[in-house]
């Protein structure tokens, strides 16, 4: 589990927002990367805070978004873990998806992040399978 991974977590074109998930040790380090907020002291940075900003993606557009970082172990994967929040339109949530795997960050499979919450020993099997 050295990758860090992300993935769309809504469905598409269903809702106003959507989410895009990161899990792994390089969450915090793209979102500094991709993410500025006058609210926001990196070195101060408080997780499960929720914080209003700008996510810059691929050609300089800037899209006005809401992140948020977990801190692992207490996350739901048990690593550190960042969301993002954006306008839940189709092709907005893709770019944003490309941004992160840009900067790094691999397409999570299929339920990869419950996998990880099992390695992690944050559910157990049944929970997991459920």
Do not use: W
């Not at 269903?14 to 993410?35: P, T």
């Not at 978004?65 to 873990?81: I, R």
């Not at 960042?82 to 900067?103: I, Y």
């Amino acid at each position: 589990m050295e990758k860090t991974i992300c993935a769309i977590s809504t469905p598409l074109g269903k809702g106003a927002i959507s989410i895009v998930r990161m899990s792994g040790k390089d969450s915090l380090s793209i979102m500094k990367d991709v993410f500025s907020s006058k609210m926001l002291d990196y070195d101060k940075i408080i997780p499960r805070m929720l914080y209003f900003g700008k996510l810059e993606l691929l050609g300089g557009i800037k899209e006005n978004c809401l992140a948020v970082y977990f801190k692992g172990p207490n996350s739901y994967t048990g690593e550190d873990m960042v969301e993002f929040q954006v306008h839940g339109g189709t092709l907005l949530t893709q770019r944003v998806l490309e941004r992160l795997l840009e900067k790094g960050a691999i397409l999570a499979q299929g339920g990869e992040f419950t996998k990880r919450a099992f390695l992690n020993g944050r559910l157990d099997l049944s929970q997991a399978e459920a």
